[in-house]
């Protein structure tokens, strides 16, 4: 290893804001930080580092960490090769190439460093990043500190953004759109609310309205999700801006949303871009937008526009090329290439144009790049390796849904969608392999690559690709298996589908199978095309055998231990009573997440919730009524759920059912609340505090009706044990510390005393304290799996357990006793879902 020496890092800094002192700059994790202790942390960061200008790799995460890191090496004259986080091969791979002197990963506690660099720096360089998502490559573009700074007040100039504006974010920092937002917004001595989330996921919205985020970014596909997410009937008075860039959003969804925004108050800003622009070249004014829908607009300060004519035959068509003070010095390929300076006097953007009344459209593409999935893929490189190892007549095309493989025989098919699966990194179902017996070509004998595209195009409306479907095995099958839902399509999230907490367990569990570093955070409020995509990326992460444990959703954990508690208890094989009363709150927090959650008006959250209830009544009266009438065990009043209001409070059979009959009536309760449209609204600004109302309630009627201790039988009342399923409901809403800690309090104060038995109350205590504060544990494959079955069946072991331990019991058999009770209520799951998932899925379908 080669020493160099070491040069002194530019002192001043490329984005200048530390002078907007005490304003908040970044809000995460609950937490302000203002631009002068953003500054102070970011130097902190860099001094740690020492004097030597290094190159620093730092993972891209949408967190504070991995900003300060960031920053530290941008701000104080280091070399910054931003890469995505949590892709471990992606970061390996440029560690490999690139051999950066510190390597900052999120979550890590120190940064790794040597204490020299090796590499010969431009003193003009300060950013590496991927282009535009370019996969397959070590290919970089090289960004000096006049490109990121000269960028960043062209956007904030055009955006004319102030002081007051913040932005969350919707798009991660090692893309140059995330970045520029950041960008923009510190040297404008504005704001970013840091976050991870994703538009349909509730919880975004609750943290926009809490922090009074004034924009957002958006890829087209954003606006796909906010189309079918419920956007358009949210109240957010702060908005007053959305910006669009990332690929060509439809010019009818440009004129149509800003028709929206104008009603609103909001405008919609389009804008046109490339990594090796630092990020924008052009920007269309929102008052232009209805007139000149496709329209990139017009070049942004400080740049400047041309066609060169001579790339297209047609008059007024040309390539666009763009100049100006972001223009990147180049491109990087090897760490030598970090030493070079300009060499990129102009961009030539590869995409064909022309302009009318000063306005640039795009028209086309030069050079054969594609677009799926917001990844920029180079075709020929694809092409290339198709043809040197599956077919040497392959031919590629893409569109903007999905890569086209076009091959000479089938026997190569499998091979051909992995490698290009592989090579380009969207899901697998984006690949579509067609045999042709030739190649289209054109006169001069050259592959006719627009034939090629009219194919694909076919392709698509004849095997439905735009209808979302997938082969088994994907992520789509599993949504299709588990929901019963065949119509579940690319946009469709678990959440809109009708989800609850039963498929939700088993789905958890299909989909670690595609995920083996674990279910992405948030996975039942992303689209089944968002976790394609994603899949496709944790297939190509090789997990260390140590972390090959599986990452099991806490509640679904403790779903499983509560049953097995209700049924050893009940079996004499021990005294662990509580489950129940925990299962409870496990169902307001599920409730919360997923009939809560759903996207769209009060009507859709109450089929929603139908749906989801119909789920519970269905297979439990079908067993209690069978029972009644075979057995006799059970009346018409517990078949029912109306046990509680015309029998004494003497403990007998009918009561062995409390729990399905007081999470029936609370849950239905909570519904109805929620759905009133007043309600409704008022749940959606302000989702915690209308929990904790509903909790103070609740609390109220359980202190009323029992005070501090609940009796022998008043313990399993429906108005008393109420607290318990809101208690969850609110640790649903606890999205932040703080509000954790209180909720943690209430659950403090309310169970503590309630049984009279310190065992009882520890479980439930306790698993609720799990809950809300561990989201996942980590547990050997074999387990979780086995957890994961358990709790899927949680509400048939309850159900069915009263009649299968009693003979077995009695006998002496407590341990067959346990196991039977578990088996049967397993089985009659596996027999009765197909029925209530037919019910569900016809109240969703219901208008």
């Known amino acids: 290893m080669t020493l160099i020496p070491t040069r002194p890092a530019p002192t001043r800094p490329v984005l200048e804001h530390a002078g907007f002192g005490d304003a908040t700059a970044v809000v995460a994790d609950g937490t302000e930080v203002s631009h002068a202790d953003l500054a102070r942390r970011v130097a902190d960061r860099a001094a740690a580092w020492g004097p030597a200008r290094r190159l620093v790799l730092v993972e891209g995460g949408n967190t504070l960490d991995s900003l300060v890191a960031y920053l530290a090496a941008l701000q104080h004259g280091h070399v910054a090769l931003v890469v995505p986080d949590g892709r471990e091969a992606q970061r390996a791979s440029m560690v490999a190439a690139y051999d950066p002197d510190i390597v900052c990963t999120t979550g890590a506690d120190d940064d790794v460093r040597r204490d020299a660099t090796t590499h010969d720096l431009h003193p003009d360089l300060a950013l590496l990043l991927s282009t535009s998502g370019t996969t397959g490559s070590p290919k970089l573009v090289r960004l000096s500190r006049d490109n990121v700074a000269s960028n960043a007040a062209a956007i904030a100039t055009y955006l004319d953004l102030t002081p007051a504006d913040r932005a969350i974010t919707t798009l991660p920092l090692h893309y140059c759109y995330g970045l520029s937002v950041l960008h923009s917004h510190l040297v404008a001595g504005a704001s970013v609310v840091l976050t991870g989330l994703s538009v ?61 925004g104008r009603s609103r108050g909001w405008d919609l800003v389009v804008m046109y871009g490339a990594t090796e622009a630092t990020a924008r070249m052009a920007w269309l004014p929102p008052a232009l937008a209805e007139d000149h829908p496709a329209a990139i607009g017009r070049a942004i300060p400080g740049g400047h526009l041309r066609l060169d004519e001579t790339a297209d035959d047609r008059p007024g068509v040309g390539e666009l090329v763009y100049s100006g003070p972001n223009v990147m010095l180049g491109y990087a390929e090897r760490p030598a290439d970090l030493a070079l300076g ?111 595209g009219a194919l694909a195009e076919l392709a698509e409306l004849e095997e439905g690709t735009r209808d979302g479907a997938a082969a088994t095995g994907s992520v789509r099958a599993d949504f299709v298996r588990v929901l019963g839902r065949p119509d579940a399509g690319d946009d469709d999230s678990f959440v809109d589908l009708g989800g609850d907490s039963l498929s939700y367990v088993e789905l958890a569990t299909r989909l670690a199978d595609h995920f083996p570093a674990g279910l992405p955070t948030g996975w039942h409020t992303r689209t089944v095309g968002e976790l394609e995509h994603l899949r496709a990326g944790a297939a190509a992460v090789e997990v260390p055998p140590r972390r090959r444990r599986a990452r099991l959703d806490t509640t679904v954990a403790l779903r499983a231990l509560a049953i097995l508690f209700v049924v050893a208890s009940h079996v004499d094989l021990v005294g662990l009573e509580g489950g129940a009363h925990l299962l409870l709150a496990l169902a307001g927090f599920n409730f919360a997440r997923f009939q809560l959650s759903a996207a769209g008006d009060a009507r859709t959250r ?48 009918q009561w062995q059912l409390w729990f399905l009959e007081s999470l029936v009536w609370i849950t239905a309760a909570a519904l109805a609340l929620t759905c009133l449209p007043a309600l409704h609204r008022l749940e959606r600004r302000t989702p915690f505090r ?36 809101v208690l969850g409901w609110a640790g649903a809403r606890a999205t932040t510390t703080r509000r954790r800690l209180l909720v943690t309090g209430l659950a403090a104060a309310l169970t503590i005393g309630y049984f009279g038995q310190v065992h009882r109350e520890a479980i439930v205590l306790g698993g609720f304290l799990l809950m809300l504060w561990v989201p996942h544990v980590r547990l050997p494959q074999w387990l979780a799996r086995a957890a994961g079955v358990l709790a899927g069946a949680s509400l048939y072991v309850y159900l069915t357990h009263w009649q299968v331990y009693p003979a077995l019991e009695d006998a002496g058999h407590q341990w067959l006793a346990l196991v039977a009770s578990v088996t049967v209520g397993i089985a009659y799951g596996r027999v009765v879902r197909p029925l209530h998932q037919a019910v569900g899925r016809a109240i969703l379908r219901s208008r």
């Open 690 to 725: 209308f929990a904790l109302a509903v909790l103070a309630v609740a609390a109220l009627a359980r202190f009323a009706e029992v005070g501090l201790r609940a009796g022998p039988t008043q313990r399993y009342t429906t108005l008393v044990v109420a607290f318990f399923f």
């Open 342 to 452: 300009a060499q990129t006097p102009e961009l030539r953007t590869g995409d064909l144009a022309r302009c009318v009344d000063g306005l640039f459209e795009v028209v086309g593409r030069r050079n054969r790049y594609g677009k799926v999935f917001g990844l920029r893929i180079d075709l020929d490189a694809v092409e290339h390796t198709l043809r040197a190892t599956v077919d040497r007549h392959a031919r590629v095309v893409a569109t903007d849904r999905a890569v086209h493989v076009f091959l000479t025989h089938g026997r190569g098919g499998a091979a051909a969608r992995g490698l290009a699966t592989s090579h380009c990194g969207v899901p697998a179902h984006a690949v579509r392999v067609t045999v042709v017996a030739q190649p289209p070509v054109t006169a001069t004998g050259k592959p006719d690559y627009v034939a090629l």
């Open 606 to 653: 109450l089929r929603h919730g139908l749906s989801g209830l119909a789920q519970l009544v269905v297979p439990s009266v079908l067993w209690v009524g069978g029972v009644a009438l075979l057995l006799g065990s059970y009346d018409l009043t517990t078949a029912l759920f109306v046990r509680e209001l015309v029998n004494g409070t003497e403990w007998d059979d």
């Open 200 to 260: 349909v996921d509730e919880c975004f919205w609750d943290l926009f309205a809490r922090t009074g985020a004034t924009s957002f970014a958006g890829v087209p596909h954003t606006f796909d999700l906010l189309a079918t997410s419920g956007f358009e009937a949210r109240d957010l008075p702060t908005l007053r801006q959305v910006t669009q860039a990332g690929g060509r959003l439809d010019p009818d969804a440009v004129r149509r949303w800003s028709r929206f």
